[in-house]
């Protein structure tokens, strides 16, 4: 039979000291139904111990009820009036973005919580330039949460997760180059890079080449890595020229070769005429290669 709340309350209160501390194992939430004057503390640290959230049903617990119900579960502390520093300390500890509970946190505190979890800047009013600091060291994506941010606190964040750029409003050069450096593909998140910083991201990553950059910074990415040029949309004639001579194989990638980067293709590597379609009787000649049938495929071979 389920039992109502008035019932419910009679049944708790009537029960033993000793059945008391038997349902306190059982079911913690006894202390929202329990006469305060019949909670002892064995029994509230019975309870907390299971379950942290029923120390809300304890009027003034003591500050050994407390420290058991943070050990439970660092959030337990919001339901906690002036929780003493040792309480609060152990709660960020724990879990960094507890420090949402705690009103008015000392310096000591917020330093702890964002060591812990950089997102706990979230919850604190004016930090230092030092809480900042350590905020974005722990997690770079936490500049989002701090207001124009020194270039210190920009680079720290960058270069503990160098997407976080995606965050930074108008980021300096060196913030920017730092980024790249960190991680290339961090140049997506930049408006209008320079052309140095372009270039630092195609050294660290060829493959950055793909994000609007400008001719030198294509031809630096191919002679760097020939392949790269898959990732730029119409190269210029001198960009797959420069692609071809350092490794001919990368004409695969070039829409609509013209003759003259064939030419350098096969000059460089004659196996690349297999990568040609349709190769003009110049292209043929230069790479050595005779032209036969197999079933409906075409294949070269040395004239020799």
């Known amino acids: 039979m389920k039992l109502n709340e008035y019932q419910l309350k009679a049944w708790v209160n009537n029960l033993s000291p000793e059945e008391l501390e038997k349902c306190a194992k059982e079911c913690p939430d006894l202390l929202e139904y329990l006469d305060p004057k019949k909670q002892t503390e ?11 959230s029923a120390i809300q049903y304890i009027d003034n617990p003591s500050e050994s009820v407390q420290l058991a119900a943070v050990k439970q ?37 917020q330093l702890v919580a964002v060591t812990q979890n950089g997102y ?10 030092e809480i900042q600091l350590v905020a974005v060291t ?6 989002h949460y701090i207001k124009n941010p020194s270039e210190a606190e920009q680079l720290a964040a960058v270069k503990q997760i160098a997407s976080a750029i995606h ?9 920017q ?22 270039l630092a991201a195609v050294k660290q990553e060829a493959s950055a080449i793909q994000y609007n950059p400008s001719e030198a910074v294509q031809l630096a990415a191919v002679k760097q890595e020939a392949s790269a040029i898959q990732y730029i949309k119409y190269p210029t004639e001198a960009v797959q020229l420069a ?16 003759e003259a980067v064939q030419l350098a293709a096969v000059k460089q ?18 790479s050595g290669r005779k032209p036969s049938f197999c079933g409906r495929k075409l294949f070269y071979w040395d004239r020799k």
């Open 42 to 52: 064995e029994i509230q640290l019975l309870s907390v111990t299971q379950q942290s």
């Open 73 to 109: 579960e660092a959030s337990a502390i919001q339901y906690i009036e002036n929780p003493s520093e040792e309480i609060q300390l152990l709660s960020v500890r724990h879990t960094g973005i507890d420090i949402q509970y705690i009103k008015n946190p000392t310096e000591e505190i």
């Open 120 to 129: 706990a800047i979230l919850y604190i009013k004016n930090p230092t330039e």
């Open 138 to 143: 722990q997690n770079g994506y936490a500049i």
């Open 167 to 175: 965050f930074i409003k108008n980021p300096s050069e060196a913030v």
């Open 177 to 198: 180059l730092a980024a790249v450096k960190q991680e290339a593909s961090a140049i997506q998140y930049i408006k209008n890079p320079s052309e140095a910083v372009q």
């Open 243 to 258: 692609a071809v001579k350092q490794e001919a194989s990368a004409i695969q990638y070039i829409k609509n070769p013209s």
């Open 269 to 286: 590597e004659a196996s690349a005429i297999h990568y040609i379609k349709n190769p003009t009787e110049a292209v043929r000649l230069a």
